[in-house]
């Protein structure tokens, strides 16, 4: 910031976020009722193919959601509850937990009983072989919503009770006009989209040692385009602030300070190096003793 003050000016809202968001949330609901008479092949198909692919962008889009950029930092409630709009596709709430732990993966990353992003002990003395490593990956979104509960479990705040409520109600309402059909094509797309997935090879790009002494690496490819620009992940630990749709912008100003680290060029090529690369597994992020800081 001191050699490129011109970087203060990416940070604040994403005009066009709310637009984008709410243009997805309403084409889940179209498809809701596009699925309700199809045969249970095709409703998983199309949760895996279409809806699971718009439910994983929306979790990244909660993502930026949780730093404020829907309508900046002056309005942190319209944040909270356009978060939780955007959650309705997801089927399950997710949205206001999300958040609560969030706060921690930028605070303390990789902060033993801290950062829920870092894998258990079980984790990583059990998934240790390629087999197993793709079994955890195909069971990432449970470890996701299991891990917090073990490793850093926190009192349930208002904004969760309000979340689930919101969500099952728009569930049982879905239901009530369109059947089971649809209810189970937006969980099971937002089940198997943030398992094994192209997608998902972001989880595992982000913070993996694959190289000794780099925890953090970006990913400039074409996924990106359908993640709300998560692939830029240094720069978004940098200026976690700025929203996604800014971030290539970060790179090209300060590219001497990104351009010679390490960084991913495909997601996909992620995953197969996680389950086949002995040297890689759940075990291979850095883990530190944080100190709490002062609220």
């Not at 490129?4 to 709410?22: C, N």
């Not at 609560?100 to 059990?126: A, C, M, Q, S």
């Not at 209810?183 to 997608?199: D, E």
């Not at 960084?263 to 995953?271: E, F, I, K, N």
């Amino acid at each position: 910031l001191a050699k490129y003050p011109e970087i203060k000016a990416l940070m604040g809202p994403d005009p066009h976020l709310k637009w984008i968001v709410s243009g997805m949330v309403f084409v889940q609901l179209l498809a809701c009722y596009l699925v309700k008479d199809l045969s249970w092949k095709w409703i998983f198909f199309w949760a895996y193919a279409f809806g699971g692919c718009i439910n994983h962008s929306m979790t990244l889009a909660i993502h930026d959601i949780s730093h404020n950029v829907a309508f900046g930092n002056k309005h942190p409630k319209w944040n909270r509850w356009f978060a939780v709009f955007a959650n309705l596709p997801l089927g399950v709430p997710v949205s206001a937990s999300f958040k609560k732990y969030h706060i921690d993966h930028h605070r303390y990353l990789g902060g033993d009983n801290l950062d829920v992003d870092i894998p258990t002990d079980f984790e990583g003395w059990f998934f240790c072989t390629p087999l197993r490593k793709l079994l955890w990956i195909f069971l990432q979104p449970l470890f996701y919503a299991l891990r917090p509960l073990y490793v850093n479990p926190k009192t349930i705040t208002q904004m969760e009770i309000f979340n689930a409520l919101v969500q099952f109600s728009v569930d049982l309402v879905i239901y009530y006009f369109w059947g089971l059909k649809p209810i189970i094509y937006l969980i099971a797309g937002t089940i198997l989209c943030t398992g094994l997935h192209p997608i998902s090879g972001h989880f595992i790009a982000e913070h993996y040692m694959f190289l000794k002494g780099y925890e953090t690496y970006s990913y400039y490819g074409p996924l990106n385009w359908l993640t709300f620009n998560v692939g830029y992940h240094m720069e978004h630990h940098d200026f976690p602030s700025i929203p996604g749709c800014k971030l290539p912008m970060v790179k090209k100003i300060a590219a001497e300070y990104y351009d010679n680290l390490p960084y991913h060029q495909s997601w996909v090529r992620v995953l197969w190096a996680f389950v086949f690369d002995d040297t890689i597994g759940p075990y291979s992020r850095v883990k530190r003793h944080c100190k709490l800081a002062k609220e």
